[in-house]
């Protein structure tokens, strides 16, 4: 069985080389179409051979054994045109004239042959669905009407071993064509369910990203306008800087709602990533806004060099790698720490990566929660340590993000407990450079 499949594997490869990216049709139907083939193929040789030992017609055996090379063949019309269409309607078109032809042999309208007529149409719906199931019925129907309107010019001059031979044909053939034609069915039924299923995981990560990183810069707005209200009377330079404050919000709001479309749009093939130099700065920036009041509140010192990293840059989105990112790693972190907490983020350089480290002095995670902290189907989101509450789905992104752009991340963290000082969480994120392979290293 390895031997048979290696072999078709080469065989497929070969065919479609080169021409799936730019002839996407090629992928599926290619492989239906070898498989209809090789299948039917058995049944063409061996009626080609009962043609040529049990039939006394020069003009049947010539087209027995053409019509069988050419079906045998038709997968070689589409590596040389592209054209799944056209490899099938000959793979198809082959089998019809010689099924016709041997019928017309074998008594006509009255021929056992003809069943395979209902088979043709079948196996061409199977490969390009129902334009081409209608339009080989078609063929099909006239075919057979043909030879029952040509019923006393057609011959029945086979001999009793060869009409065993055709019936033969007939009893297994059929089996055989009927039992691959359903597993087809199934497999591309469930091909189907699977591409809803897909289709299903990408709107719920849309909204995922919609409701989880608009709540931020909401927060900040409803936060500003409150305090817009209770300086009114005085302080008009705050008011100013509250206003900038909800301004600078509502463009963010924007850039995920922008991003939230961008998203869409490479589901469906339209558009890549935008992956660019993000400079670290800007990031850390963009989540001390986001998070200032909340740090305040507790009184968070972070620990973070601008001057020193002031040229580093990642490759990345730039709008999921601020908000899907590392404003999740600062929400997940203030969320779980006391007052006095620290977060700590750090730089190491590779030659070809650079790993950022964000590290916080939080409750930590325990095992069985950090076993499965990335996964969105199993809840690991709890209470935070003033009593905030999460949805859940911010590390799921976060991961799902950090894949998108061929980033790897790792997770190492102490439970606080009794005895027990230095506690909390890392998450160590490596960043590759530009065009460097992100599928060999791991941290």
């Known amino acids: 069985m390895k031997l048979i499949y290696k072999t078709y594997n080469k065989i497929y490869l070969w065919i479609v080389k080169d021409k799936l990216f730019s002839h996407p049709e090629g992928g599926d139907e290619i492989h239906r179409l070898l498989t209809a083939v090789l299948l039917t193929s058995i049944l063409m040789w061996s009626y080609s051979f009962n043609s040529y030992f049990f039939i006394d017609s020069e003009t049947l055996r010539i087209i027995a054994f053409t019509c069988t090379l050419v079906h045998f063949f038709a997968p070689l019309i589409y590596k040389y045109t592209h054209s799944v269409l056209s490899a099938v309607n000959v793979f198809i078109g082959a089998g019809l004239i010689f099924q016709y032809t041997h019928a017309f042999f074998t008594g006509g309208f009255y021929s056992v042959t003809i069943i395979w007529f209902s088979v043709l149409p079948l196996i061409a719906g199977i490969i390009l669905g129902k334009k081409l199931l209608i339009g080989w019925s078609v063929v099909s129907v006239c075919s057979v009407s043909s030879l029952y309107f040509l019923n006393g010019y057609t011959k029945d001059i086979i001999t009793d071993t060869g009409r065993t031979w055709s019936h033969a044909n007939i009893a297994f053939g059929y089996i055989l064509v009927n039992l691959v034609l359903m597993f087809l069915f199934i497999h591309m039924r469930e091909l189907y369910k699977n591409s809803l299923a897909n289709k299903n995981d990408s709107i719920k990560k849309l909204l995922r990203i919609v409701s989880h990183d608009i709540a931020n810069p909401l927060t900040i707005i409803m936060g500003r306008v409150r305090a817009i209200k ?40 339209i558009i890549d990533v935008n992956i660019v130099e993000v400079t670290l700065n800007e990031i850390i920036e963009n989540s001390l806004f986001i998070f200032k009041d909340k ?4 009184n968070i010192k972070v620990n973070y060099n601008f001057k020193e990293h002031a040229h580093i840059y990642l490759y990345a989105d730039k709008v999921t790698i601020k908000n899907q990112v590392f404003n999740n790693l600062f929400s997940n972190s203030i969320k779980f720490m006391d007052i006095d907490g620290e977060i700590t983020i750090t730089i190491e350089h590779g030659n070809d990566f650079i790993d950022v480290t964000f590290a916080d002095s939080g409750q930590g995670i325990e095992p069985d929660v950090l076993e499965n902290i990335f996964r969105a189907d199993i809840k690991t989101s709890k209470k935070g ?3 905030e509450v999460g949805t859940g789905f911010g590390m799921p992104i976060l991961y799902a993000t950090l894949s998108d752009i061929g980033a790897l991340i790792d997770v190492k963290s102490t439970p606080r407990k009794p005895g027990i000082i230095q506690h909390g969480t890392k998450f160590i994120m490596r960043f590759f450079n530009k065009n460097i392979s992100k599928k060999k290293v791991s941290i």
């Open 295 to 298: 740090i305040e509140n507790k």
């Open 385 to 387: 340590t003033h009593g």
């Open 230 to 269: 209770k300086k009114m009377p005085e302080e008009p330079e705050k008011i100013v800087k509250y206003i900038d404050g909800i301004e600078k919000s509502s463009m963010m709001i924007k850039d995920i709602l922008d991003h939230t479309r961008s998203l869409q749009a490479i589901d469906s093939g």
